[in-house]
């Protein structure tokens, strides 16, 4: 596994950029930056939201295929190994393998 910031963005919490004390913007790197940008891609794609409103189990496996299939297209990620899990109504979690930083998790 790589150990220098080869992916870099801005940290993104509740919707808002974490800032540090000195009110400048922290960052994240590597698995943490790209989790970030996958839960962002599908927040953005709508596919969280239709998630958690589908009442039936049928189309919710529906909609986390389309989850999988959006991760799954970051060539970061290696194919086959996203996966979402419901842990509450309202909450799932999304699991990936990055090529060159491990395992990820992601909470939508």
């Given amino acids: 596994m790589a150990s220098d910031r080869k992916y870099i963005d801005l940290l993104v919490e509740d919707g808002g950029l974490v800032l540090d004390a000195g ?62 899990r419901e842990e509450a109504a309202d909450r799932y979690l999304l699991t990936a393998r990055t090529y060159e930083f491990g395992e990820l998790e992601v909470t939508l």
Avoid: F, M, Y
């Avoid at 009110?23 to 239709?50: C, F, M, W, Y």
């Avoid at 389309?66 to 970061?76: A, C, G, N, S």
């Fill in 23 to 84: 009110a400048q913007p922290v960052t994240t790197d590597n698995r943490h930056s790209i989790g970030q940008d996958i839960k962002h891609a599908v927040l953005e794609s709508g596919l969280a939201r239709a998630l958690i409103g589908e009442r039936s189990p049928t189309l919710r496996a529906d909609v986390r295929t389309q989850i999988r299939i959006l991760v799954e297209q970051d060539t970061r990620i290696v194919p086959g190994t996203a996966e979402v």
